[in-house]
């Protein structure tokens, strides 16, 4: 993405096709203070001026294969590489939403949606290329991701709820309702809607800041064997994303 074509901050773009859906979604969105544009996939993929988002909205009901194929040719869109997308869908199994994860959505969210979850979701990734200040060297090796977490904290055994925010090769950025110490070994439970994934991620906390009362923001080196393991389950290959 060129210099002078850099995402418009709160610009949300929804690709779904017309209907009570997408408008609910746009509505939604609005009222959360966020600039909304919509249009379906086929415009979107013959748009040659598109003004580049800072968050892709991809309402899709069609089968686990066909969500899949509509994410790719979206990351492909010059005007959306790097950008996070949001995919929503009918289908709660495990195996659709870990699949969605994998190749490379930002969060996959499951119709009906909430309105309040889906603002919540769509704010955080809205700020993100701007939160973490990403080159477009660095957006290719750290991507944006929430997902439900538990984290077990080793030497107290302590359990704290939260999410995972963004994730690279080697590391990840957590939310949480507490803090913890910097040098505190971890576990990271990866959820998928609404049931455990059973996978544990092995990290050692290296920062903590509290972001605003009761919401504290923990970055994570993984270790051991977790950086391979990871890697695989949420898509990356070394030097970039698959």
Not at 7 to 31: K, M
Not at 38 to 52: F, G, I, R, S
Not at 191 to 199: I, K, L, N, P, Q
Request: charged letters at 25%.
């Amino acid at each position: 993405m060129t210099d002078d074509a850099k995402p418009r901050s709160g610009y949300v773009l929804v690709v779904a096709r017309n209907g009570t859906d997408r408008t609910a979604i746009e509505q939604a969105l609005q009222t959360a203070g966020l600039e909304v544009a919509a249009a379906t996939e086929a415009e979107v993929l013959v748009a040659n001026d598109l003004m580049p988002p800072t968050l892709v909205v991809l309402d899709d009901n069609s089968s686990k294969e066909e969500r899949l194929s509509s994410l790719r040719r979206l990351q492909a869109h010059p005007a959306m590489q790097g950008i996070p997308i949001v995919l929503l869908a009918f289908d709660g199994d495990i195996d659709s939403y870990s699949g969605a994860i994998t190749k490379g959505a930002a969060a996959y969210l499951v119709k009906p949606v909430p309105t309040t979850e889906l603002i919540d979701v769509a704010r955080k990734l809205s700020g993100w290329i701007g939160m973490t200040e990403c080159t477009e060297k660095r957006r290719r090796v750290r991507r944006p991701l929430i997902m439900r977490v538990d984290v077990d904290v080793r030497s107290t055994r302590a359990k704290i709820s939260g999410h995972l925010m963004d994730v690279s090769g080697g590391g990840c950025r957590l939310e949480l309702v507490a803090g913890i110490d910097p040098g505190e070994n971890i576990r990271v439970i990866l959820h998928g809607y609404d049931a455990s994934t059973y996978v544990a991620l092995g990290a050692e906390v290296r920062w903590h800041r509290e972001s605003s009362p009761g919401i504290h923001v923990i970055g994570a080196r993984f270790t051991g064997t977790t950086a391979l393991l990871a890697g695989k389950l949420l898509g990356f290959v070394s030097g970039g994303m698959t």
